[in-house]
């Protein structure tokens, strides 16, 4: 006779949802897989008296989260509530109750995640949590198993759904980004409040907990540089495609000199590059690695099935795992390394300024840029008349000495105002 | 103190070469991501007199595999030795022995895959074979665990490197076939002999270990249609482009009507569709997944460093599990399912046409479309005078009314020849 491991759900909202219609669907499959039966044995929700469908008696529900994770009815713990105090401290309980926990909370896992991963370890418990990160997309796993015998170099991600929807649409349409937003928190693609997303923080957390993993060092989200999509006009799209570009939000991670350089950022890029091709509310991870190479991860990065598909594939294994009273691939914390400031990037740039329409301009700005030490590579002139632009794309050069250059520029007189200054990412991005 | 976990190499080429390389240089690393020491400790090579640089004492070197098998010093078995019937052997007795097992071979997988999943589960013993996939991507793991609790729609692969390098080359240069070919097997991108790649053997080996996984059933290699891009021509391609297409060899797997339809050959791919924009020999593998939707997993298909990368995360793997005397993910055999002939296959054709420059040629052709219930979406003429092509792109018909139509076609009198017939693979691909 087939075993039973006995879930507890904290939470049963939008990816609980997700988890509890794929685990009966899937039932039998997921049993012949397992060796076992998985049984949603107990669910933590904040109204008991809505029916979920979920086939369980009223006794099944509480409003009480620590009860599910307390209860000797329960194996295996999945916490899908969100919010970080509460689950961070409900979380660490079961680890320390021997319970290995699923999670697929990426604000939590973003800001304590080290911690968390140093609690596993100690009670030798499974904390799994392959749904943070890109919702459907294999990446926590193939990262910390599959290339496990590698060294990662770079992790080049598209990390936010919404911010690459409006981003295509505006790449595609030439729309403007007031109105591609209003229309996505039209459709549900985009909330009432946007900012978690077009402000950058939703990937910044992302691509911290990406960086940990990466580099086997601690990256909370608050390391991570931010800057949103908010700024990017339809012109600066119709800059990069000229130039062979594409325009993304990009989250990017690597390791120079001993410090981890980790930015999440609107970015030119190359048209070439396999993330370039990432069009909609697809997520991509790109990982570049010593012997691996160029390797790409690519799906949705969000919605309940999605996600709810990543919890269950880390429940099957941590049931897995515990019925064997085995543990799975553990985090490395061992290589502390210091976070390098954003003035320390070495990139090229893009720069939009409005000017006056007169004789001797681009000579003044020219030698605005040549007395920062940036040098410039390309430059021409947009528009005429009234709303005469210039656009310059820089040699690669410091971050502060770019932002030296801009500070100059705005108090120049020839100088409008500086309209856009976005990185510019060629194939082989920092160093 | 560390635990060593003392390696046994059958092979020490190509991909051992690899594999030694990487143990060797993210020893520290790898030490600290395992809770031990991977050692090699012993190596079968044909000629032990050759020194390889592994740093080992001579008598770690035999030419004998069985010895490293049955070696009391030896924990797991790397099998990179190639082959079918002696790697066979040495992989079974080593199972029998309780020893897991690591390989790269793709061929003896693709012919014996099933048979080695049972001796490895009666055994109780590990069995990993990312590496004879598509080299570097994490393909074998995500699909064996990270979508364990998902249900696998269809898997649709760029498998092999060296015909997407060549088709690479025609469509972005308008190359012959012949002068690529000779290019790429001049940079050695592609054997002396090609047939294995050009035939497409070598994809359907990898596409029949992919369908098995996808649908916990028993598919053999010589169950995958198979047909290669010998016969894509300059029209082909520039015919694709113009529709919207690229031409790639595709490997495709899915579940119809509770038969595995299982193919690799080149398609007509919307250009829009994520594997198109897979360039030189890179591969990717497309996942359709009920709950997760659409993944693709992208990165080096070849190579020592990206192979062996694959082999290393694998033996990582197995050492974790063999030092908790417990097991990893094993392969569901529980739904055994026919093969679907191809003559069953239901999708839309480009039927290219040399014929006689008169009057009347169309209508002749029409009919003989109309004769077997092809039905007829897009047709028109291709070149003049003496060297008239009619281009014919058909609704979804069935294969074998496609076939019948084409033979009919060969006996009309103002059809000189059928140039070239490919399968156009919609976004939705076969039904």
């Not at 049984?39 to 509480?62: S, Y």
């Not at 900012?195 to 960086?211: E, F, P, Q």
């Not at 632009?389 to 801009?406: C, M, P, Y």
């Not at 520029?409 to 920092?430: I, K, M, N, Q, W």
Request: net charge negative.
């Amino acid at each position: 006779m087939d075993r039973v491991v006995r879930l507890g759900l904290l939470g049963c909202g939008t990816v609980g949802g997700g988890v509890a219609t794929i685990l009966a669907r899937e039932a039998d499959d997921i049993t012949a897989r397992t060796g076992a039966k998985l049984e949603i044995a107990r669910v933590a929700v904040r109204d008991t008296t809505k029916d979920r469908g979920l086939g369980l008696p009223p006794e099944a529900f509480t409003s009480d989260p620590s009860e599910v994770v307390e209860a000797n009815d329960v194996d295996v713990i999945v916490e899908v509530m969100g919010g970080r105090d509460r689950a961070g401290d409900l979380i660490r309980r079961a680890l320390e109750l021997g319970k290995p926990v699923v999670t697929a909370n990426k604000e939590l896992v973003a800001h304590e995640g080290p911690e968390l991963y140093a609690a596993a370890r100690a009670a030798g418990v499974d904390l799994a949590y392959e749904a943070a990160v890109a919702g459907a997309i294999p990446i926590i796993k193939p990262m910390k198993e599959s290339l496990a015998g590698d060294h990662i170099d770079r992790v080049v991600g598209i990390l936010n759904g919404t911010t690459n929807y409006i981003l295509t649409r505006m790449s595609e349409e030439g729309a403007a980004y007031e109105d591609v937003l209003s229309d996505a928190q039209a459709l549900g693609y985009a909330e009432a409040d946007p900012t978690a997303d077009v402000g950058g923080g939703d990937a910044a957390a992302k691509c911290a907990i990406l960086a940990s993993l990466a580099f086997d060092t601690s990256v909370y989200a608050d390391d991570v540089f931010t800057a949103g999509i908010d700024s990017v006009t339809e012109v600066d799209i119709r800059v990069a495609d000229r130039l062979g570009y594409v325009i993304k939000l990009l989250g990017i991670a690597s390791v120079v000199d001993g410090r981890v350089a980790v930015r999440v950022h609107p970015a030119f890029l190359p048209k070439t590059h396999p993330l370039a091709s990432v069009r909609g509310s697809f997520n991509a991870i790109f990982v570049q690695a010593r012997a691996a190479g160029e390797l790409m991860f690519y799906g949705p990065g969000a919605g309940a099935e999605p996600t709810g598909s990543a919890v269950v594939g880390d429940v099957i294994d941590v049931a897995r795992n515990l019925m064997q009273t085995a543990r799975g691939a553990a985090e490395s914390q061992h290589r502390p390394m210091p976070i390098r400031p954003i003035e320390d990037l070495s990139t090229q740039y893009y720069v939009l300024l409005d000017v006056e329409d007169e004789a001797g301009v681009l000579a003044q700005v020219a030698t605005v840029f040549g007395d920062h030490d940036v040098s410039i590579a390309q430059v021409w002139q947009e528009g005429h008349g009234d709303s005469a632009q210039l656009v310059l794309i820089t040699h690669r050069a410091r971050e502060g000495d770019l932002r030296a250059t801009v500070d100059s520029l705005g108090a120049t007189p020839c100088v409008r105002s500086v309209a856009s200054v976005l990185r510019v990412e060629a194939e082989v991005f920092d160093s």
